[in-house]
């Protein structure tokens, strides 16, 4: 559920499963989502990016779905590991374009148990 | 390819001290961010740079803050006087022409006291 403050939304699984992470965006006009992973000391790292056009889009073990309806985005990862543990980010460009202007969203915890 | 390069990565200074954070971005990458990321949220985008063009700074505080890429290459990011306020990540990240996938560096932390 939603969080306040200093404390993210978490997602904790087991080794092995998948795992689901949602975001639900602001713009019914932006046009560009990227899905980002963050791990502790590091900068946002590149997963997977989807346009508007498209609904679904796959990666090597990660899945990106649009649903534009509801303005939600969902980030899928396949055989979670260990090393996936990170904070993940949505963005959404909101310039249009060739105006980029990423807004990113609060952020999910996701914590892999061995 | 080297990645995005910044330094440096902590700082401590009292608060009304200036402060610079430097940024080398991806050779070939003309777009250059300056983001500020506050503790358990995300990035805020503070300025972006269209080689030495800054085309984005309406979320820059300008009072206290400035940037500049004098030769559209490295960049800094300049806070004068810090509050404590802006105790945050300052992270800088770069990307191709025409192409809004952006590559970040590990940050600059800065803590005001």
């Known amino acids: 559920g939603e969080s306040v403050g200093l404390h993210l939304p978490t997602l904790s699984v087991q080794e092995g499963d998948n795992s689901i992470i949602n975001c639900a965006y602001s713009n019914s006009a932006s046009d560009y989502f990227i899905w980002y992973k963050q791990e502790s000391g590091k900068g946002p790292q590149f997963i997977i990016d989807i346009r508007s056009n498209m609904d679904k889009r796959q990666g090597q073990r990660v899945t990106v779905l649009l649903n534009k309806t509801v303005k939600h985005l969902s980030l899928q990862i396949a055989a979670t590991q260990p090393g996936d543990s990170a904070v993940y980010f949505c963005?959404?460009?909101?310039?249009?374009?060739?105006?980029?202007?990423?807004?990113f969203g609060k952020g999910t915890l996701l914590t892999v148990n061995p | 390819e080297a990645g995005v390069v910044q330094s440096p990565r902590y700082k401590i200074i009292e608060k009304k001290q200036p402060v610079a954070f430097w940024c080398n971005p991806i050779s070939g990458h003309n777009t250059l961010y300056w983001y500020r990321q506050n503790l358990g949220q995300g990035p805020e985008l503070l300025i972006r740079y269209e080689n030495e063009e800054a085309v984005d700074d309406s979320q820059l505080p300008k009072d206290r803050f400035s940037a500049e890429r004098l030769k559209g290459v490295d960049s800094t990011l300049k806070i004068q006087p810090a509050e404590l306020g802006d105790s945050a990540v300052y992270l800088c990240a770069s990307s191709r022409p025409g192409n809004t996938e952006a590559f970040f560096g590990q940050g600059t932390r800065l803590t005001v006291v």
């Open positions: 963005a959404e460009n909101l310039g249009g374009g060739s105006n980029y202007k990423l807004t």
